[in-house]
């Protein structure tokens, strides 16, 4: 690598539960720089998720952690290029990039359901990963299933 490593930004914890985590999911739900609307769509969809979920005995947001919990993947395929063919080749996840993708999976996954405010659909996808359903949870399975298919290219890993 020719230039060195960016460094690592630091996150402020969020102002309500003081929690890195929810900052950066924050981060990852804002638009065009819109970070108090982001974190009122967050806290709302926590709201929501407390009230629907009254009998789990968690706080909404142990509820949500689990949830980015069961959608987080924990290998993944990528591209490799072996004398003119192109390998599906299965590698783990880093620890830094399979929150990454939980997060922007639930993100593009709430925006894409049917409701009438995020913060609905945010709640609503957060309770089916919580339950390990919905379309987040399914691209998890979807990634372990592609990654088990082609685990006899594991030994191009670079």
Partial sequence: MRKAKPKKRILLPDPKYGDVLVTRFVNSLMLD???SIAYTIFYDALDIVGEKM?????APLEIWK????NITPQVEV???RVGGATFQVPI???PERKIALSMKNMVVFSRRRAGRSM???LAAEIMAAFNEEGAAFKRKEEMHRMAEANKAFAHFRF
Wanted: avoid cysteine.
């Fill in 78 to 80: 990528k591209s490799r």
């Fill in 33 to 35: 720089g819109k970070k």
């Fill in 92 to 94: 783990e996840v880093r």
């Fill in 54 to 58: 009254k009998d789990a005995e968690k």
């Fill in 119 to 121: 913060a609905e659909k």
């Fill in 66 to 69: 689990k949830a980015i919990e």
